[in-house]
């Protein structure tokens, strides 16, 4: 067994990654809160100068599912898309949602394109609140939704319109699901599906509908592509979580990229709902197709490992664990027992914390989203 091995079942070990990832987030928060002006006095360097400070704390999410995790991940697809337009335009990235851990997933795959720093997503508006990560979404211009549609039509409308213009490849993530796959959501979106005469999908949720054509009808004529991603699991049990990633068990994540240009879309809202579902019918066959033969279609891509994401993790221990470290055998030597114990006591709470929101964050203790009626433009699709 390895010295890394040895260190990964060591508890202490894993509370100073976790203080290493919260003070890194709030460091990297500061960071941008120095660049205000400059969002009134170039906007465009403001975006570009945050996509590099948020690589700082990213990053460390797909380091802790590849290195401390030991996942291996395997894309699947076409070859000379990744050669020929991988970070070098926008693209709306279509994502399913099997488990917890679809977007960290999603992560480790933009991290290896090059796009990490550009990456946006649709998020849940209560993210924006998290100190660290949640305050990074905010300064780079996440798109907050309050699941209400009457609400959350305005805000989407503007967040489009506000990253028409983003100077950095930016890949915009959607889970058209709009919630995480649990039997009992599966089971509410069959019912739906057959009350209305749709199609019933075997893996997947209905993908809700309105969202998507509100994206097209804003974004069309600035974001070239779309990336279908899907993302599979294989030989587990039970989906992974984020206290399996704590825990550092290993697993296997299959990803089946495929590109679609934007001009081959259909214009109306009709025919657009009909493509997504038919997108959806896809992302099902390519699952049956891995059940029966392991892997997804097409070829087994080549992804370069870049160095950054080890070098920026490695730079963040050496400014954060080790001064801690010796902070803590100093005031033990000089028998500072109470400055020591504050110490323990900061690091054990955070580790508590983040402890406490990596199982909140499992689909089973999940938000009902999902188990509510859902509702599309469509009146009926055949």
């Known amino acids: 067994m390895g010295l890394f091995s040895l260190l990964k079942r060591s508890k202490v070990v894993f509370i100073l990654l976790v203080f290493t990832f919260i003070i890194s987030g709030l460091i990297v928060n500061c960071l941008q809160l120095l660049t ?21 704390h990213w990053c460390i999410l797909p380091w802790s599912l590849q290195r401390w995790a030991n996942y291996d991940i395997r894309v699947f697809g076409s070859q000379e898309d990744i050669d020929r337009y991988a970070n070098k335009e926008h693209a709306l990235c279509l994502l ?52 209400r549609w009457e609400n959350d039509e305005k805000k989407l409308e503007a967040a489009c319109k506000n990253l028409l213009d983003y100077p950095v490849n930016m890949p915009l993530c959607l889970f058209a699901e709009g919630t995480r796959f649990t039997q009992e959501k599966y089971l509410k979106s069959v019912e739906f599906s057959k009350s209305r005469g749709l199609p019933v999908l075997k893996h997947h949720l209905f993908p809700r509908t309105k969202g998507f054509c509100l994206l097209m009808k804003f974004m069309r004529g600035s974001i070239p592509a779309i990336y279908d991603i899907t993302i599979l699991c294989p ?76 070098v920026v993790v490695f730079i963040w221990v050496l400014l954060l664990v080790i001064p801690v470290c010796f902070a803590m055998v100093y005031l033990a030597y000089t028998g500072a027992w109470l400055t020591l114990g504050l110490i323990v006591l900061v690091l054990f709470v955070t580790d508590q914390l983040f402890m406490c929101l990596a199982r909140e964050t499992e689909s089973k203790l999940g938000s009902t989203h999902g188990l509510e009626p859902i509702t599309v433009k469509e009146k009926k699709t055949n």
């Open 36 to 56: 205000v002006p400059l969002y009134f006095a170039n906007k465009r360097l403001f975006r570009i100068v945050n996509t590099k400070l948020v690589y700082l």
């Open 96 to 147: 399913n949602h099997h488990c917890d851990l679809d977007w960290m997933i999603g992560w480790c795959l933009v991290e290896r394109l090059g796009m990490l720093g550009g990456v946006k997503a649709i998020m849940k508006d209560i993210a924006k609140f998290l100190p660290g990560i949640g305050w990074t979404f905010v300064f780079m211009e996440y798109p907050f939704l309050t699941r």
């Open 235 to 310: 030989n587990v049990s039970e989906q992974p979580t984020l206290m399996d990633v704590v825990n550092a068990k290993p697993c296997q994540a299959d990803i089946y990229f495929r590109r679609l240009s934007m001009s081959d879309l259909p214009e109306s809202d009709e025919a657009l709902t009909k493509w997504l579902i038919d997108l959806y019918q896809n992302k099902d066959d390519v699952i049956e197709y891995h059940i029966k033969n392991g892997k997804f279609p097409g070829d087994k891509i080549k992804l370069s490992k870049k160095p950054w994401m080890d």
